[in-house]
């Protein structure tokens, strides 16, 4: 029913799967369990360093949180029937499922993937995510993780990420503003952050074990391993600056700036073209409820916001019911060194860690992948797959009169690895650990 939400139980929950902890920086650590015991005594002592969705008197220094790959469930023993209770996007894992599922096509296919961490072989059991807000607290933290993971566990890869630009810039490697738009949980105790126009949705599109938008209920067997959880899909996108930035000027027509908004849909500082279609409006920016408070409905030809911009298909905006069947929390943070305005192209490796939650990879993550970013087809569009994080190749179109088609588009991102992950509650953490159960 409309008014009935369960208030959220904050304390069982991972802390970053209801806020973005905005320090900057990260530090993902990969493992395989080499020792079943040992694995389960680390996860079960891990279950009080873990960071929760508990209110901060003050916003500590560093955070910690834990997520397990199906292999990884598998390797500590989990009876049949709890690894039979997963849905089958989570067992199969990224690698197996980015051609058919994803739509992942050419250099990112598995194939193609960085040989560590090993996640094209499904080599990966468990992703240990750690934030803080300076580099110092950073390095001594995963030095006393990795301490703490002793001989039960070995690392196979590690990847480091940081914010772009000074302690709270959130600026991805395009040089925009990114983490602005979220969806908010009912229940979780945020509602007052949800902007105008956009309702908190119910938790079960988030948390397992609570109802979602269409009031079905995800649950694991035992319910008590999936209840306040969710799942974590990790996805590494190297991002190629310097033709983005060769693109804008090639084809700006002498504003690359407002090019760029177009194929994104925002400007650099945040403002949506929905609501700010002729220039950067920083003051709109400034305010976080009205930059998200708009939709598409007094845009539909897409004069404003080209209807293939990147935010209008990851989030079209349409006030249908199925809308809010299809959204993402991301986090996640920018990797590799920062390409300084009109430098030359250095060949270093840059872009995103990508860490989007959802309840159900498949609905959620994997469709709007396939269907909303990979595939050409999209609206009434016939050969525009997304512009920033598509495959390249495709068209953009620039709907005005008269329109514009940019033929052609090179690839800007491509990704470099990624598994899908489970994120456990807290009370599920101490029961995957407790080395007693059979
Ligand atoms: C390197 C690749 C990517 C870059 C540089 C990028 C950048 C951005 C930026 C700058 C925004 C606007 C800020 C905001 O609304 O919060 C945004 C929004 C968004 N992106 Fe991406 N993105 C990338 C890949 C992806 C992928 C792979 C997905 C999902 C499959 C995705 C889903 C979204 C969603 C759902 C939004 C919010 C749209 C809205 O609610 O209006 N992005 N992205």
Redesign the pocket.
């Known amino acids: 029913m409309q008014g009935e939400t369960t208030v959220l139980d904050r304390s069982d929950i991972q802390g970053f799967v209801l806020r973005g902890y905005r320090m900057p920086h990260a530090a993902y650590l990969f493992y395989r369990f080499t020792d079943v015991p040992a694995a389960r005594a680390w996860l079960a002592g891990m279950a009080d360093p873990v960071t929760t969705a508990e209110e901060w008197d003050a916003a500590p220094s560093w955070c910690a949180n834990v997520a397990l790959a199906h292999p990884g469930l598998e390797a500590l023993g989990l009876p049949t029937e709890s690894l039979e209770s997963f849905p089958a996007d989570f067992r199969e894992g990224m690698a197996a499922r980015a051609a058919e599922h994803l739509g992942d096509v050419g250099d990112d296919l598995p194939d193609n993937w960085e040989p560590e961490p090993p996640f094209a072989t499904r080599g990966v059991h468990a992703m240990l995510m750690l934030s803080a807000h300076d580099e110092g607290e950073l390095d001594q933290r995963v030095q006393a993780f990795r301490e703490r993971a002793g001989a039960g566990l070995e690392e196979v890869g590690c990847e480091g990420a940081a914010a772009l630009g000074g302690a709270h810039a959130e600026r991805?490697?395009?040089s925009?503003?990114?983490?602005?738009?979220?969806p908010v949980l009912r229940g979780s105790g945020l509602e007052k952050d949800a902007p105008p126009g956009r309702p908190p949705v119910k938790p079960g599109e988030f948390l397992l074990g609570h109802p979602d938008e269409q009031d079905a209920v995800c649950q694991l067997h035992p319910a008590i391993l999936g209840h306040n959880g969710t799942y974590a899909v990790y996805?590494k996108?190297s991002?190629d600056v310097p033709a983005f930035r060769r693109f804008l000027h090639e084809q700006g027509r002498g504003d690359p700036g407002l090019l760029a908004a177009k194929l994104?849909?925002?400007w650099p500082s945040?403002a949506p073209l929905a609501r700010a279609d002729r220039a950067d409006d920083p003051v709109l920016a400034s305010c976080a409820k009205h930059n998200n408070a708009f939709d598409y409905a007094d845009d539909r030809l897409g004069y404003r916001c080209p209807r293939g911009a990147?935010?209008r298909r990851?989030?079209p905006?349409n006030g249908l019911p199925s809308e809010r069947r299809h959204l993402?929390i991301?986090r996640g943070l920018p990797y590799g060194p920062e390409l300084g305005d009109g430098a030359p192209d250095d060949g270093a490796d840059r872009?995103?860690v990508?860490v989007?939650l959802n309840a159900s990879i498949e609905r959620q993550?994997e469709f709007?992948?396939r269907e909303w970013?990979n595939a050409p087809r999209f609206d009434d569009l016939e050969n525009d797959p997304d512009p920033?994080?598509g495959p390249g190749g495709g068209n953009f179109t620039w709907q005005g009169r008269p329109p514009r088609r940019l033929k052609g588009l090179p690839r800007f991102?491509t990704v470099r690895g990624g598994e899908y992950f489970f994120v456990p509650s807290i009370t599920a953490l101490r029961f995957l650990g407790d080395t007693s159960a059979p």
Not at 176 to 182: A, C, E, L
């Open positions: 991805e490697h395009f925009f503003r990114d983490g602005i738009s979220q996805r996108l991002q994104m849909g925002r945040g990147h935010v990851a989030h905006r993402l991301r872009g995103l990508g989007f993550y709007v992948q970013i920033i994080s991102v």
